[in-house]
């Protein structure tokens, strides 16, 4: 399936979007987890802060959770992805999730706004995209949603709306906690300097001894002196 609409749709509404909602409180937790998600990171490629928001998504940030679907990592999973398990912590659960199942993650390479929340809503399902409509999953607390969940695997309800924080919501938040959290890809013009006038070379001037100059002016004098000898 191509994804390029969905990513250019993404972008813009990241430009767009206005938060509705505060989620601070759930931001700094996420930030102050940052050494934990850098980890994974570290074994996967996947920014730290996408991390984040997909293990506040999928299981309101419990560490006993695995971030591939919310279910006990300590224990074969049930739900999608299902039979994935058990693992011995948190970390060897994610790296799993980003590395072994759909869409693999860790093989995703566009990290810009419009990729990133691609590969976000892509780890959720494209169920959201298929209907035409923005997904919860990333634009819950913004004015970009207004109603509608899939409230189990393949159950969509239109009349539900998601209390949820959405990931690009989440990111906003993180972002203002944390000014290191930024997109890939984007353009930053490196300042004008002013152009200074270029520097007047001032060559000194070449005086004729016998014109306009002291020596001019003492060698008259001695030739006077000479001629009346």
């Not at 006993?64 to 992805?81: C, E, M, T």
Request: glycine content about 10%; aromatic content about 10%.
């Amino acid at each position: 399936m191509d994804l390029t609409p969905l990513k250019a749709a993404n972008a813009k509404r990241w430009a767009e979007a206005k938060v509705t909602r505060n989620f601070t409180g759930i931001a700094r937790a996420l930030v102050a987890s940052k050494p934990r998600y850098q980890a994974v990171e570290a074994k996967t490629g996947v920014p730290w802060f996408v991390i984040a928001v997909i293990h506040e998504r999928e299981s309101s940030q419990n560490w006993g959770r695995s971030l591939a679907q919310g279910d006990p990592w300590d224990r074969v999973s049930v739900h999608v992805p299902a039979g994935r398990g058990p693992f011995i912590s948190w970390e060897a659960a994610a790296i799993d999730a980003l590395v072994n199942c759909g869409p693999y993650l860790a093989k995703h390479t566009d990290w810009s706004a419009g990729g990133a929340l691609q590969a976000l809503e892509a780890y959720n399902g494209l169920g959201y995209y298929k209907r035409g409509i923005p997904s919860p999953y990333l634009w819950s607390g913004t004015d970009q949603y207004k109603s509608g969940k899939y409230v189990a695997d393949g159950q969509f309800n239109a009349g539900v709306i998601d209390p949820q924080p959405g990931c690009a919501t989440l990111i906003r938040a993180m972002m203002v906690l944390d000014p290191t959290i930024t997109f890939t890809g984007l353009k930053i013009e490196p300042p004008v300097k002013p152009s200074l006038p270029k520097p007047i070379e001032v060559k000194p001037s070449i005086t004729n001894p016998s014109k306009g100059s002291i020596g001019g002016f003492i060698a008259s004098i001695l030739s006077a002196i000479f001629k009346r000898k």
